[in-house]
Each structure stands twice: as C-alpha cells, then as structure tokens.
C-alpha cells in the first residue's frame, strides 16, 4: 500500500461521497520542502502497513501510542520517531477537519507527546582551518572551479539549505542597508528571512556570474564534463556531490550540505555571534532547534571544574 490516502478507509469509516484524493492533498499541501513531502508521505505508508498487520482497534491516541513503542523497538533515532508521529497528527488533524474522525480523537492523537531526545546530537561539524580547506578546494583556473566554490561559499557562508539554494535566483541578491543581502528568502515552513551576504561570499558569486556571463534567472547552474555552461539550474542532489566530492579531496569522509549550514551557525557563535541574530540568519522557528545547532564540546584544556576555588 503505497498511497497514504489509501490508508483511510482502513483507519476509519469514512461516510460515501468523501475524496480521499483530495484529503491526501490537504495533507501534504502545506508542506513546503519536497524532502519533507516525501517522509511524511513514507510515514504514513509505514504507519498503515503497520496498523493491518494483525487486527487493532480504530484510529485513536492508543492506537498511536502503541505504534509509538513499535517504533522505538526499531532503534531509531528520536528525530526520526517524531517526524513519523508528526505525520499522523498531521492525518489526525485533516481527518477530523473532512468528518471522518471525531474532534475529541483527533485531539488526542495530535496531544500525544513524542521520543526524548537524549543528551546533544552527534552532528558533524566542521573547524575553521577546515571550512577553510573545503573553500580553497575548486580549481578556479575553470568554470567549474568557480561555481562551485561560490556554491560552498553561500553554504558556509550564510548557512542556506539545499533548495533554497538550488533555487536561488539572481534578482534575489539585493542591496539593503548599504549591504548585499538576501531579502525576504522564503525558507521551511514558509517562513521568511532575510541573509546577510559577507563581501567574501559575494565576491565569489560575482566572479562565477562574470566567468559564466550569468545576470538573471538561476544563480547556479549545470556544467558538462567539457567544462561547459548548460541548462537552467542544478538540483539539490546535484549541490549533495558537490558537497561530497571536495569533502573526500580535503580529507573528510562524509559531509553533508546541512553540516555546513550547522558549521556557519558554530563559527557566527565562535566569533561572538548573538544566538538570537543565528536563529534569524538560519530561519529557525525556536531558540532550542538553534541552539541544537551548536553542538557543544567539552573544554578540556580550561575545564570549568579545575576554577572551583578548592585545594588539598
């Protein structure tokens, strides 16, 4: 079963008439990021291959709840537990809103609380001489050089996800305040910002655009294996090689786009950033998913318990 919205007539009892087609749509329709379409779309499936495997009772907070332990025999991650909970709420909340669910259940379902997370996320960062060994990375003697360091440029630089930068338009890049900037850059969730550009991320965007002789439409485009310009604009799979190909020339085994856009927020705090003025940069909608962000790294070198004022 690979279409959610076949997955309601089994959870429920929907009365004739109803378009389950179109409840689908209600239900991804306010997702903006393609890969966030396609997790929630792949949670439900799971969820309804889950629910038919041997006889349960109706759709209700129980029955989530226990698909909530199901999940964690699995030994996933708590993220990945709350996306795929979210899913359901999600279906719980349009499921009620089309009268194929009682307000007081879809309640409930949407109430339930997800997996702790427990102690800091082991993400991947980068330092400083390293961000700096990806950027110095490209042979810009070649087109292909320079794209692709102004592409690590604004990942580094001003922390953009991947499709905001596989979308990124020329007419986008905008002077406000006597400063290059990014205004009003609709991000996930549909929440707007606007992105500083620093002189050095502009300056490598400016000379790409030159050597390509781009000034409209897509700021980053395909190039051929001649070493030629070609087509409209590059996908965000496209940006991922990229990412990958000068991390393994530097050195580094695995990096990810988000790892850098996790790095630009660690460098804004190591030099003194505000953690306010980082949740604006990155378009984060809570201080704690910034501050996730951060990572934090145990100082051993000036370790806070060596200043207690004790001695034997």
């Known amino acids: 079963m690979n279409d959610p919205a076949a997955l309601l007539p089994v959870l429920v009892a929907p009365r004739p008439g109803h378009d389950l087609d179109?409840?689908?749509?209600?239900?991804?329709?306010?997702?903006?990021?393609?890969?966030?379409?396609?997790a929630y779309a792949r949670a439900l499936t799971d969820f309804v291959e889950?629910?038919?495997r041997e006889p349960r009772g109706p759709?209700?907070?129980?029955?989530?709840e226990e698909y909530r332990t199901h999940l964690a025999t699995l030994s996933l991650a708590p993220?990945?537990?709350?996306?795929?909970?979210?899913?359901?709420?999600?279906?719980?909340?349009?499921?009620?809103?089309?009268?194929?669910l009682s307000n007081d259940l879809a309640i409930g379902i949407r109430n339930l609380k997800g997996a702790r997370k427990l102690g800091i996320r082991a993400g991947n960062w980068l330092t400083k001489e390293?961000?700096?060994?990806?950027?110095?990375?490209?042979?810009?003697?070649?087109?292909k050089g320079k794209r692709d360091r102004a592409l690590l440029a604004m990942l580094l630089g001003c922390g953009l996800r991947?499709?905001?930068?596989?979308?990124?338009?020329?007419?986008?890049?905008?002077?406000?305040?006597?400063?290059?900037?990014?205004?009003?850059?609709?991000?996930?969730?549909?929440?707007?910002?606007?992105?500083?550009?620093?002189?050095w991320v502009k300056c490598a965007i400016d000379e790409w655009a030159s050597a390509a002789g781009l000034t409209e439409g897509r700021v980053f485009r395909p190039i051929n294996k001649s070493g030629h310009m070609w087509g409209q604009g590059i996908t965000a799979k496209v940006i991922w090689w990229v990412v990958l190909r000068y991390a393994k020339q530097v050195g580094?085994?695995?990096?990810?786009?988000?790892?850098?856009?996790?790095?630009?927020?660690?460098?804004?705090?190591?030099?003194?950033?505000?953690?306010?003025?980082?949740?604006?940069?990155?378009?984060?909608?809570?201080?704690q998913t910034t501050e996730q962000y951060l990572g934090t790294k145990q100082n051993l070198l000036?370790?806070?318990?060596?200043?207690?004022?004790?001695?034997?």
């Open 252 to 287: 580094i085994s695995k990096l990810a786009p988000h790892d850098l856009r996790r790095t630009c927020a660690k460098l804004c705090r190591a030099a003194g950033g505000d953690l306010e003025q980082i949740q604006l940069l990155l378009g984060h909608a809570s201080i």
């Open 302 to 312: 000036e370790a806070v318990n060596d200043r207690l004022g004790l001695e034997l």
């Open 22 to 38: 179109r409840l689908k749509r209600l239900l991804l329709a306010g997702i903006s990021a393609p890969n966030s379409r396609r």
């Open 79 to 100: 993220s990945t537990i709350n996306v795929r909970l979210s899913a359901i709420r999600k279906l719980a909340s349009q499921a009620a809103e089309a009268g194929l």
């Open 162 to 199: 991947r499709d905001e930068l596989a979308h990124l338009t020329f007419d986008t890049v905008q002077q406000r305040d006597g400063r290059w900037v990014l205004p009003d850059l609709v991000g996930k969730g549909g929440r707007i910002r606007t992105v500083p550009l620093p002189a």
């Open 50 to 52: 889950w629910y038919i």
């Open 59 to 64: 759709f209700s907070k129980l029955v989530v």
């Open 130 to 143: 390293q961000a700096s060994q990806l950027l110095h990375a490209p042979d810009t003697g070649a087109l």
